[in-house]
């Protein structure tokens, strides 16, 4: 099955900085890269996703990149705010008749003053 | 539109205690999802159910049954939980056309 490393598991930046976290997965089928931001007591909630057709998709501050060969992800967070601290997690998986995911074990982003 | 809810928020049971956790969801997906969240281990799926009347297991479903009741409803049991199952559970659905996964609240579950 599908494996999904993430690095760092924890990450400090200064308000204002770029945040990077990274990921890799095992499945070269894998074809859908979502990430999800977990706020303290709440569910994981969708930012950004990415699909193997595309190396790169952008959203305001957020960016994602894909690199199909070297099988890695990556979420680039820009001019960072003290709001974007949380719990970040990447996943890969298959669409088709359900989207099953497999998670990475998650990044803890603080963003400091 | 309250997307993906959760019933109850926090339980407590004793080992050998049998529950149900219940999710419902008014986004009309087919699909719907149970997972557990453990620290340090990310997410990790109990069961899914890609349409209404089929479910299919995860990474993880020894000791978890469950029950499509409707294209709706997805619920979860533990018929004798175990310390091991302490967790927060999520449930989440999915449509056929974005595939995006939503997530409920979460349920957080103490076995002692």
């Known amino acids: 099955g599908e494996n999904v490393e993430q690095h760092p598991s924890t990450l400090s930046v200064q308000e204002g900085d770029s945040a990077v976290i990274k990921c890799t997965y095992s499945?070269?089928?894998?074809?859908?890269f979502p990430w999800y931001k977990q706020e303290l007591g709440k569910g994981p909630q969708l930012i950004i996703d990415?699909?193997?057709?595309?190396g790169e998709k952008k959203d305001q501050r957020i960016a994602v990149t894909l690199n199909k060969t070297a099988k890695h992800f990556s979420l680039h967070i820009t001019e960072t705010q003290p709001e974007d601290s949380a719990v970040y997690f990447c996943?890969?998986?298959?669409?088709?008749?359900?989207?099953?995911?497999?998670f990475g074990t998650g990044t803890r982003l603080q963003v400091t003053l | 539109n309250a997307g993906v809810t959760q019933t109850p928020k926090f339980q407590v049971l004793k080992t050998g205690q049998s529950m149900t956790l219940q999710c419902a969801q008014d986004?009309?997906?087919?699909?719907m999802y149970w997972y557990r969240q453990d620290p340090g281990m990310g997410l990790r799926l109990i069961y899914y159910?890609?349409?209404?009347?089929?479910?299919d297991k995860g990474e993880v479903p020894n000791g978890y049954n469950v029950s499509r009741l409707n294209k709706r409803e997805f619920s979860l049991r533990l018929e004798s939980a175990a310390p091991s199952q302490t967790s927060v559970y999520f449930c989440?659905?999915?449509?056929?056309?974005?595939?995006?996964?939503?997530f409920g609240p979460g349920t957080r579950l103490l076995v002692l």
């Open positions: 990415i699909r193997s057709n595309v």
């Open positions: 986004m009309n997906h087919n699909s």
């Open positions: 989440a659905s999915s449509d056929r056309v974005q595939e995006t996964q939503y």
């Open positions: 159910s890609a349409s209404e009347g089929t479910t």
């Open positions: 996943a890969g998986g298959n669409t088709g008749t359900a989207s099953k995911l497999t």
């Open positions: 499945d070269s089928a894998s074809n859908y």
